[in-house]
């Protein structure tokens, strides 16, 4: 039999190597596959080492010449520092937008054309755009933030933190404060209360203003409602008020190379309109409150007439007797007594009795207030005027009914300042008084607060917020320049005065040590001319039986634009009280008001304050940030009274500036820069120092 041929020469057998090309490339395959992986978890474990260790904590996101705008992305922080990083002005707190348990790694910019500008969009809670201006001449930087809710159920919080920065500015609270780092206050409605019935809210002045010692100010927008919330020694915070509208948290941060630059180019802000002095001459007289239980008024007039005298025979000059609403009340009535009187062919007694009140120099009380039992609101009511008074329309028929609320203890309606035709029967009423009593001061109360709100109503638009305040402010203007105000907020180019919330008659921070820290406050957002509460306190409506706090609280008033008495000095029975007052009252009169004149006309021109604190002239000081028992008048006077009770001594910082500074009483000289401890102040004086150049 033939060998059978061999069709493969190879001596590789065919079906081997099919397998073992077969095995190759299911190896092959393998180890690319595992090559792959590896290369993945390197870069997996690269992009993680990247974004949390190797990428740095922030990204600047805005640039000008001097500053700059930076995100902190594992604070969820904005944050203000110059170019260098070896200053922060601020930080600001945006952790509540997005979630805070999720890092932002990198915020992108949406607007990166515009170098000036920033965009960024977290999604489903809010927009924010950021804007920054550059004013070259005054050397100051503005970012004007916006953020805008996404829906109308979000609330927008940011906070300013209190971390190596002291602010001021805000609102009066009651134990104020300077700074006001130690306050502690919920978040609430950012206006205008009276802290006799909300003594946890704010007061006046209040004004949408913030300064740091880092020179840093926050300007937040005047018609926008906000909330704002204290947390003592950490933070304030600005909320946004969540609304179908999705109302907008805006505010402007400016920043300057220090504290006192970054207020001087704020007011230049606030004060659009020209300044006004109110009449000056009221400095000049000490205000005297009139206390009677009297019911009428002849006998009002009787009283008023004694007291006078008494004020005469004590030799403590010429003054202005302040009567409270209740002895207003009785004194019209009693005019309108007599113009019906006289009508009738009026008696020789009341022909004699009104001619003498108008020779005393009184000043009335007033509120936008009437009685729901007077016989003026039931006239209102039947001549069809119900819009002379805060009303809402009803329900069904569509018809105004006023809105009743509680005044001193009575039921009133409030006047509707939105009519023109309410206001002038005001001013009517006013003008009539000022013919029968001749008063020239008037004191406007019962502005704060807003009666809508407190009632869970929605008020109008022209009456949201303060708006009351200013429309108020706006009328007390048309009653001249001699006019006090109790409520005050955006009205500090006004010609008018502001007096001072009520203090407790003690040496507690809601007593006398709160008066400092008070006229600071009034002071920087612009009310310079203030009538401060009573010598000792008059808060609790008693008199004051401390002598020594009558007489600390004395040397005080010398040197604050008026002196104001509650407690008539005679009571103590001693004539060392009545010598001090006359002597402090000679003093206030030869030295402080003629001050005050000279600096108002500064005030006028560039919005300086008259009262100023003592990092006014060593802004870059940290030890003068925190005083808040010194203040100064201008340039010039340091005044450093004691608060403390039973001390005849007392520690004073002298502010450096190139100067020294002279003791106005031994005319000793000491250098800028000095820490006077244990400084001797007996009790009938007030450490005062002059400055030298």
Same mark, same amino acid.
């Given at each position: 039999?033939?060998?059978?041929?061999?069709?493969?020469?190879?001596?590789?057998?065919?079906?081997?190597?099919?397998?073992?090309?077969?095995?190759?490339?299911?190896?092959?395959?393998?180890?690319?596959?595992?090559?792959?992986?590896?290369?993945?978890?390197?870069?997996?474990?690269?992009?993680?080492?990247?974004?949390?260790?190797?990428?740095? !904590?922030?990204?600047?996101?805005?640039?000008?010449?001097?500053?700059?705008?930076? &995100?902190?992305?594992?604070?969820?922080?904005?944050?203000?520092?110059?170019?260098?990083?070896?200053?922060?002005?601020?930080?600001?707190?945006?952790?509540?937008?997005?979630?805070?348990?999720?890092?932002?790694?990198?915020?992108?910019? +949406?607007?990166?054309?515009?170098?000036?500008?920033?965009?960024?969009?977290?999604?489903?809670?809010?927009?924010?755009?950021?804007?920054?201006?550059?004013?070259?001449?005054?050397?100051?930087?503005?970012?004007?933030?916006?953020?805008?809710?996404?829906?109308?159920?979000?609330?927008?919080?940011?906070?300013?933190?209190?971390? !190596?920065?002291?602010?001021?500015?805000?609102? #009066?609270?009651?134990?104020?404060?300077?700074?006001?780092?130690?306050?502690?206050?919920?978040?609430?409605?950012?206006?205008?209360?009276?802290?006799?019935?909300?003594?946890?809210?704010?007061?006046?002045?209040?004004?949408?203003?913030?300064?740091?010692?880092?020179?840093?100010?926050?300007?937040?927008?005047?018609?926008?409602?906000?909330?704002?919330?204290?947390?003592?020694?950490?933070?304030?915070? +600005?909320?946004?008020?969540?609304?179908?509208?999705?109302?907008?948290?805006?505010?402007?941060?400016?920043?300057?190379?220090?504290?006192?630059?970054?207020?001087?180019?704020?007011?230049?802000?606030?004060?659009?309109?020209?300044?006004?002095?109110?009449?000056?001459?009221?400095?000049?007289?000490?205000? &005297?409150?009139?206390?009677?239980?009297?019911?009428?008024?002849?006998?009002?007039?009787?009283?008023?007439?004694?007291?006078? !005298?008494?004020?005469?025979?004590?030799?403590?000059?010429?003054?202005?007797?302040?009567?409270?609403?209740?002895?207003?009340?009785?004194?019209?009535?009693?005019?309108?007594?007599?113009?019906?009187?006289?009508?009738?062919?009026?008696?020789?007694?009341?022909?004699?009795?009104?001619?003498?009140?108008?020779?005393?120099?009184?000043?009335?009380?007033?509120?936008?207030?009437?009685?729901?039992?007077?016989?003026?609101?039931?006239?209102?009511?039947?001549?069809?005027?119900?819009?002379?008074?805060?009303?809402?329309?009803?329900?069904?028929?569509?018809?105004?009914?006023?809105?009743?609320?509680?005044?001193?203890?009575?039921?009133?309606?409030?006047?509707?300042?939105?009519?023109?035709?309410?206001?002038?029967?005001?001013?009517?009423?006013?003008?009539?008084?000022?013919?029968?009593?001749?008063?020239?001061?008037?004191?406007?109360?019962?502005?704060?607060?807003?009666?809508?709100?407190?009632?869970?109503?929605?008020?109008?638009?022209?009456?949201?917020?303060?708006?009351?305040?200013?429309?108020?402010?706006?009328?007390?203007?048309?009653?001249?320049?001699?006019?006090?105000?109790?409520?005050?907020?955006?009205? #500090?180019?006004?010609?008018?005065?502001?007096?001072?919330?009520?203090?407790?008659?003690?040496?507690?921070?809601?007593?006398?040590?709160?008066?400092?820290? #008070?006229?600071?406050?009034?002071?920087?957002?612009?009310?310079?001319?203030? %009538?401060?509460?009573?010598?000792?306190?008059?808060?609790?409506?008693?008199?004051?039986?401390?002598?020594?706090?009558?007489?600390?609280?004395?040397?005080?008033?010398?040197?604050?634009?008026? %002196?104001?008495?509650?407690?008539?000095?005679? %009571?103590?029975?001693?004539?060392?009280?009545?010598?001090?007052?006359?002597?402090?009252?000679?003093?206030?009169?030869?030295?402080?008001?003629?001050?005050?004149?000279?600096?108002?006309?500064?005030?006028?021109?560039?919005?300086?304050?008259?009262?100023?604190?003592?990092?006014?002239?060593?802004?870059?000081?940290?030890?003068?940030?925190?005083?808040?028992?010194?203040?100064?008048?201008?340039?010039?006077?340091?005044?450093?009274?004691?608060?403390?009770?039973?001390?005849?001594?007392?520690? %004073?910082?002298?502010?450096?500036?190139?100067?020294?500074?002279?003791?106005?009483?031994?005319?000793?000289?000491?250098?800028?820069?000095?820490?006077?401890?244990?400084?001797?102040?007996?009790?009938?004086?007030?450490?005062?120092?002059?400055?030298?150049?």
């Amino acid at each position: 039999m033939p060998h059978a041929r061999n069709r493969n020469p190879s001596p590789i057998p065919e079906v081997t190597w099919d397998t073992g090309l077969k095995e190759m490339n299911e190896t092959w395959k393998g180890a690319i596959a595992c090559l792959g992986v590896a290369v993945f978890f390197v870069m997996t474990i690269g992009i993680i080492y990247w974004q949390v260790v190797d990428q740095p !904590n922030k990204n600047w996101i805005i640039r000008g010449t001097f500053s700059g705008l930076i &995100w902190e992305r594992r604070t969820h922080s904005l944050v203000i520092q110059t170019l260098t990083e070896d200053r922060t002005y601020v930080e600001v707190d945006v952790g509540n937008v997005g979630n805070p348990d999720i890092e932002v790694p990198f915020v992108r910019n +949406l607007c990166w054309l515009n170098k000036t500008e920033f965009c960024y969009t977290w999604d489903s809670v809010a927009e924010v755009k950021i804007s920054l201006e550059v004013n070259e001449d005054a050397e100051t930087e503005c970012y004007s933030m916006a953020w805008t809710p996404v829906h109308c159920h979000v609330e927008l919080k940011d906070c300013f933190s209190m971390a !190596n920065v002291s602010w001021y500015g805000g609102a #009066s609270v009651q134990g104020q404060t300077w700074p006001i780092n130690d306050q502690n206050i919920t978040m609430q409605p950012y206006i205008v209360s009276d802290l006799k019935d909300t003594p946890s809210g704010y007061g006046s002045p209040l004004e949408r203003y913030f300064l740091g010692s880092s020179g840093v100010t926050v300007l937040v927008s005047p018609d926008i409602p906000v909330q704002l919330g204290v947390e003592s020694r950490q933070q304030f915070c +600005l909320k946004s008020v969540p609304s179908m509208e999705r109302l907008p948290l805006q505010y402007t941060v400016c920043v300057a190379h220090n504290v006192k630059a970054a207020h001087q180019e704020a007011m230049q802000q606030l004060s659009e309109l020209s300044r006004e002095l109110p009449n000056m001459k009221t400095l000049w007289l000490p205000f &005297w409150k009139f206390l009677t239980n009297v019911d009428t008024g002849p006998k009002v007039e009787r009283e008023l007439r004694t007291f006078s !005298n008494r004020l005469r025979r004590h030799q403590l000059g010429e003054g202005v007797i302040s009567l409270n609403e209740h002895s207003t009340t009785l004194l019209s009535e009693m005019d309108h007594d007599y113009l019906n009187s006289r009508k009738r062919g009026m008696s020789k007694r009341l022909t004699r009795d009104l001619p003498l009140v108008k020779l005393l120099n009184i000043s009335i009380t007033l509120s936008p207030f009437l009685g729901v039992d007077t016989t003026q609101f039931h006239t209102s009511l039947t001549d069809g005027r119900e819009d002379y008074w805060l009303s809402l329309p009803s329900a069904t028929q569509g018809k105004l009914i006023p809105v009743m609320s509680q005044w001193r203890g009575k039921f009133c309606v409030k006047l509707n300042l939105t009519n023109p035709a309410a206001v002038s029967w005001f001013l009517d009423r006013v003008e009539t008084l000022q013919a029968h009593l001749g008063m020239e001061h008037i004191v406007l109360e019962g502005g704060e607060g807003n009666l809508f709100e407190e009632q869970a109503l929605r008020p109008p638009l022209a009456l949201s917020g303060d708006k009351y305040v200013e429309l108020l402010a706006d009328l007390a203007t048309s009653l001249g320049d001699s006019t006090i105000m109790t409520a005050g907020t955006r009205s #500090s180019y006004k010609p008018l005065f502001l007096k001072m919330t009520p203090l407790q008659s003690d040496w507690t921070p809601m007593g006398l040590r709160a008066i400092i820290p #008070s006229l600071l406050h009034h002071a920087l957002v612009g009310y310079n001319f203030l %009538i401060p509460d009573a010598v000792g306190g008059s808060l609790s409506g008693d008199l004051v039986i401390d002598k020594e706090l009558f007489i600390r609280w004395l040397e005080i008033a010398a040197f604050l634009p008026v %002196i104001s008495f509650h407690t008539p000095p005679w %009571i103590f029975g001693e004539d060392q009280v009545l010598n001090l007052t006359q002597i402090y009252i000679t003093r206030h009169q030869r030295d402080v008001v003629p001050l005050i004149e000279k600096y108002a006309e500064e005030w006028q021109m560039t919005g300086n304050p008259i009262y100023r604190p003592i990092w006014w002239l060593s802004p870059n000081d940290p030890m003068t940030f925190t005083t808040d028992d010194q203040f100064l008048i201008g340039d010039e006077v340091l005044v450093a009274p004691v608060v403390e009770k039973g001390a005849v001594q007392r520690d %004073i910082y002298l502010p450096d500036g190139g100067f020294q500074w002279q003791d106005s009483q031994s005319e000793q000289v000491f250098d800028g820069g000095t820490f006077l401890q244990d400084y001797p102040v007996p009790l009938e004086e007030v450490a005062v120092f002059l400055r030298r150049s």
